[in-house]
């Protein structure tokens, strides 16, 4: 059931002023105040003019209102806002509730609830007002189902409460509560890479390596050295030279991926998951992506944010490190920063591959970037742009001056491949399988000094 708005604004006044109310927590309402006025000047008219059924006209009043106002409730109602904890993912669903609970031995006859969503919640009804009724020492849920339309922290509240008791003559001031935080997870577009690493050094892994040890991957044949294990012996080369030779393998081992958020600005109109997608949006998403590719694998995944509050993730594996990672995720805003941070390329390991996720519009993303290669780390940049960006028609020079920036975009896109930085787009799976590729060649290539 719902209420009309002329309704909901005399009955639950606005949040901000709805904790504003001191004093006893029922009050009169204007029913009881007319009850009252009415059946006093009918006894004060029937005594003045000596008219006994001006008195009996009175009686009803009275005694109604006597009747309702036998018992009175004593303590004040209580709200709450609950969620689904569950796994919620962009697109999915969230089941949210608002209950109302009647610790007295009266019965409510009227409560009118109200709560606001985020905009990206789409909950049924969630935009209305709801009326119902409650037993007494008894409670009523309001049911808000919908679905969940953009990653991050949503809040269900905060709600609102006004109740009405003893026939509608006495209310409730109104009751507040805040709001429920629901976190909704990025959904995770499709991604899978090649197994090509420029670098891996932990102990074990999935990855080949550079280096000799136990693994699957032949390196070449070999005399026999003592230590060597028998079952390495290649018995066709051994025969074949009358001396025995052993299969050489390289090692398998992990790596270490670190995922460079660049957060110094927003660009683009969010549309949640079915519509068009920002500069974060693309950011979090592929983040999300990327990180449940590698770990799933074994490697070791670190998050960094280029901005003002340069948040770390300390790298980790396992499933424990992708749910952390889906947290941390939930957090990213924009974060400009005033002015050059102290970033640099001791934040990241020497051996670990860098994923910068950045659009390339501030020109201290670029310059980090070249830092990053000039210090010889294996950098990859990501370019997470929409294609149809472009600033807002103010002018008749906007076309132009959006071509001319698109030209200096250009312009240093071409220097940081000549720094040895890649650039390629964000694409979902395959998308950085050449990327990689170029970069695991000049890996395995002798490195100056």
Known sequence: ?????????????????????????????????????????????GVALGRVDLVLFAAPFAIGAAFHLRRMPGSAPELSVTADEELTVEGGQVQASVTVTNPDVIAYDLVVVRTRTSRWLKLEHADRPFAITVAADGWAAVDLSGDALRWGRQDVGPAAARVAACGGLLACRPVVTPGHRVRVYPVTEPFNAIEAMPAAAGLVGAHRSRRMGEGGELAGVRPFAPGDRLRRIDWRVSLRTRDLHVASTLSDRDAEVVLLLDVLGEVGLSGGVAGSASVLDTTVRASAAIA???????????????????RRLRPATGRRQY????????????????QEGDFGAHHVSSDALVMVLTPLIDPRAADMLASLAQSGRYVVAV??????????????????????????????LGRLREHGVPVVDWAGAGSLDLVLRDVARLASAPRGR
């Open 323 to 338: 749910l952390t990672v889906l947290e941390w995720l939930l957090d990213v805003r924009p974060d400009p920063m005033e």
């Open 292 to 310: 449940e590719h590698y770990l799933q694998r074994g490697d070791r995944v670190s998050l960094l944010e280029y901005g003002a509050a340069a």
């Open 383 to 412: 370019d997470t742009l929409p294609a149809d960006a472009r600033p807002d028609v103010r002018s008749p020079w906007t076309p132009l001056a959006t071509r001319l920036w698109r030209l200096e975009r250009e312009n240093v």
């Open 1 to 45: 059931m719902t209420v009309p708005e002329p309704l909901l604004r005399r009955a639950v006044p606005p949040v901000a002023t709805a904790e504003a109310g001191a004093g006893p927590a029922w009050a009169p309402t204007r029913a009881l105040g007319r009850a009252v006025l009415l059946t006093g000047l009918l006894l004060v008219l």
